[in-house]
């Protein structure tokens, strides 16, 4: 089994095209308002523009200004403009299609290769050489470094029903599963430590009986999701939505509820008293019994 890395090298000329680009959008835009103003309050503008009234017995032939040449110009501009607004969005849906198949490619993979440990390497065996153990752990975290959302809630799914995270096989101490979409999966009973779940979405998951020791939920949203027994020990849930769920058997000792919204969740008031940090902590409508 071979271990493929893709890193995200920058492109300098890339780079420099986007922003020769801005600057070209920049210019045009602030011409057109200009043009547009001067339109407006042709009196004010200046002579060269052609918008304000000329005395031709006073000063002779008016000589072309800036409104003829536009005038000349309007059909082939508007052309060219329409062209290159309908280039840059092909090669935006072009780009968008492209990452998508790469996505789906790295996921394919990922489960290919577990898949075959499983099978042919008796990945579920807990007495199983630790070459194996160290190869889908390796995979494992690459592959969410490379997978968007998502793909990120998949692979986490896949896990749990593949009893890979349960039983000492596959350690994500470290993982980063930042901006996971989880919502609506089951993970009873999992035990999770020490992973990044930073701004992921948790809504109507059901975590009953499931540990998440020392994890970083940071500006996770848990709204509507079962916490039966759920262990929420030396956790950071900084800015988290705990939203209308029975919370009265979590166990939140040591956690970091900084700016957390609990509304309309029940709590018990021994439970308050066990969080590390409760600083301007939402209680709207919670209950506290």
Request: net charge positive; aromatic share 12%.
């Amino acid at each position: 089994t071979y271990l493929t890395v893709s890193y995200n090298i920058p492109k300098k000329k890339e780079n420099s095209m986007k922003y020769i680009k801005t600057i070209i959008i920049l210019f045009i835009t602030v011409f057109s308002l200009y043009i547009g103003y001067n339109a407006i309050f042709p009196y004010d503008s200046p002579g060269w523009m052609g918008f304000a009234p000329y005395d031709a017995v006073k000063n002779g032939p008016e000589p072309k200004k800036l409104w003829d040449w536009l005038d000349l110009l309007i059909v082939p501009l508007s052309v060219a403009i329409i062209g290159w607004i309908y280039k840059e969005y092909e090669k935006s849906k072009d780009e968008k299609k492209d990452f998508e198949n790469k996505q789906n490619e790295t996921l394919d993979s990922y489960f290919k290769v577990i898949s075959d440990l499983i099978v042919k390497s008796n990945l579920l065996d807990i007495h199983l050489n630790k070459e194996s153990k160290i190869i889908a752990r390796t995979r494992t975290i690459v592959a969410i470094e490379n997978l968007n959302d998502e793909r990120k809630g998949q692979v986490l799914q896949f896990l749990y029903e593949s009893k890979l995270i349960n039983n000492d096989i596959i350690d994500l101490l470290g993982a980063n599963f930042k901006t996971s979409e989880v919502s609506g999966i089951v993970l009873k009973d999992t035990i999770i430590k020490g992973v990044y779940f930073c701004n992921s979405k948790f809504i109507r998951t059901y975590l009953d009986r499931s540990v998440f020791t020392s994890c970083d939920f940071t500006n996770t949203d848990f709204s509507d999701s079962s916490m039966q027994n759920t262990n929420l020990s030396y956790t950071k849930l900084i800015n988290c939505k705990l939203i209308n769920i029975d919370l009265t058997t979590v166990d939140f000792e040591g956690a970091d509820l900084t700016n957390a919204d609990l509304t309309n969740s029940t709590i018990l008031k021994i439970q308050l008293e066990k969080i590390f940090s409760k600083k301007n902590i939402k209680l709207n409508k919670t209950k506290i019994l």
